[in-house]
């Protein structure tokens, strides 16, 4: 049994995540192909067999061409004719939101209706309930010195699907902001100065810097200048990174 695996992320008029995407998806093959059990030299140098080949993609939920589940559908033929007979879906997204409880597995049923039996489709689980996610931000935030985090993160719709991104925070003795729903990133800032902090950190619980990630780093502009007693500092998003990859991977797996 050979299997193909398709990366699959929100989707952005930015090229800038998709670009990100392209990178993430090369750091996997290259994890994958060192997991492969058997190498046959060629040329003078190492490939894998014909019957080992690597198969990764991406895919985007939204502001694709084409919806997800014909991005799946074209992919997952890509992979029969490589050889393979089952397709593994990872998404890339950080919380359990609609997306990825409702959309993202309604798009997989479309697709392995149209597709039949001749490949199966497997959705593993999202990147944001893999537990490195923590000690991976906690390497990042390690290398900005603040009284007071804040971990700003989208935000959904969805009842409880915070309760992950809260947890993080709570271990890592920051406090939680959201983009879309409250509280703001401007209401927790407003907290943390009135509680006498003066050097606040923000970390863009995103994964790659897009219009969003942008739209932050303004937002907090204006927050320079409506307290300019406090010195506020902006992390980078996670970012495409051989950790990351690793914990991909990991998911792949399971």
Same mark, same amino acid.
């Given at each position: 049994?050979?299997?193909?695996?398709?990366?699959?992320?929100?989707?952005?008029?930015?090229?800038?995540?998709?670009?990100?995407?392209?990178?993430?998806?090369?750091?996997? =093959?290259?994890?994958?192909?060192?997991?492969?059990?058997?190498? &046959?030299?060629?040329?003078?140098?190492?490939?894998?067999?014909?019957?080992?080949?690597?198969? /990764?993609?991406?895919?985007?939920? #939204?502001?694709?061409?084409?919806?997800?589940?014909?991005?799946?559908?074209?992919?997952?033929?890509?992979?029969? /004719?490589?050889?393979?007979?089952? !397709?593994? &879906?990872?998404?890339?997204?950080?919380?359990?939101?609609?997306? /990825?409880?409702?959309?993202?597995?309604? #798009?997989?049923?479309?697709?392995?209706?149209?597709?039949?039996?001749?490949?199966?489709?497997?959705?593993?689980?999202?990147?944001?309930?893999?537990?490195?996610?923590?000690?991976?931000?906690?390497?990042?935030?390690?290398?900005?010195?603040?009284?007071?985090?804040?971990?700003?993160?989208?935000?959904?719709?969805?009842?409880?699907?915070?309760?992950?991104?809260?947890?993080?925070?709570?271990?890592?003795?920051?406090?939680?902001?959201?983009?879309? /729903?409250?509280?703001? !990133?401007?209401?927790? =800032?407003?907290?943390? =100065?009135?509680?006498?902090?003066?050097?606040?950190?923000?970390?863009?619980?995103?994964?790659?810097?897009?219009?969003?990630?942008?739209?932050?780093?303004?937002?907090?502009?204006?927050?320079?200048?409506?307290?300019?007693?406090?010195?506020?500092?902006?992390?980078?998003?996670?970012?495409?990174?051989? #950790?990351?990859?690793?914990?991909?991977?990991?998911?792949?797996?399971?």
């Amino acid at each position: 049994m050979s299997s193909a695996y398709l990366l699959v992320s929100h989707g952005s008029r930015d090229p800038r995540p998709e670009i990100a995407m392209q990178q993430l998806a090369g750091l996997v =093959v290259q994890k994958l192909q060192k997991n492969l059990p058997e190498l &046959i030299p060629a040329n003078g140098g190492v490939v894998s067999s014909p019957k080992q080949k690597i198969l /990764v993609g991406i895919a985007s939920l #939204e502001m694709g061409a084409e919806a997800l589940h014909e991005q799946i559908k074209q992919f997952a033929q890509r992979a029969l /004719v490589s050889g393979c007979d089952r !397709l593994k &879906i990872v998404p890339l997204f950080l919380l359990p939101g609609v997306h /990825v409880i409702t959309d993202i597995p309604s #798009e997989i049923a479309l697709a392995q209706q149209a597709l039949g039996e001749d490949i199966m489709i497997d959705l593993q689980p999202y990147l944001g309930s893999h537990p490195g996610l923590e000690k991976l931000l906690a390497k990042q935030m390690a290398t900005i010195k603040a009284e007071a985090w804040i971990i700003l993160a989208h935000g959904s719709r969805r009842p409880d699907s915070q309760k992950l991104v809260e947890a993080i925070a709570a271990n890592l003795g920051a406090v939680t902001a959201y983009w879309s /729903v409250p509280p703001s !990133l401007e209401s927790q =800032v407003e907290e943390l =100065v009135a509680a006498g902090n003066r050097e606040i950190a923000i970390f863009p619980y995103f994964l790659f810097a897009g219009g969003i990630t942008d739209a932050i780093a303004q937002a907090i502009e204006e927050l320079k200048l409506r307290f300019p007693a406090v010195t506020f500092q902006l992390a980078q998003p996670l970012g495409v990174s051989a #950790e990351l990859a690793d914990l991909i991977l990991d998911l792949i797996y399971q």
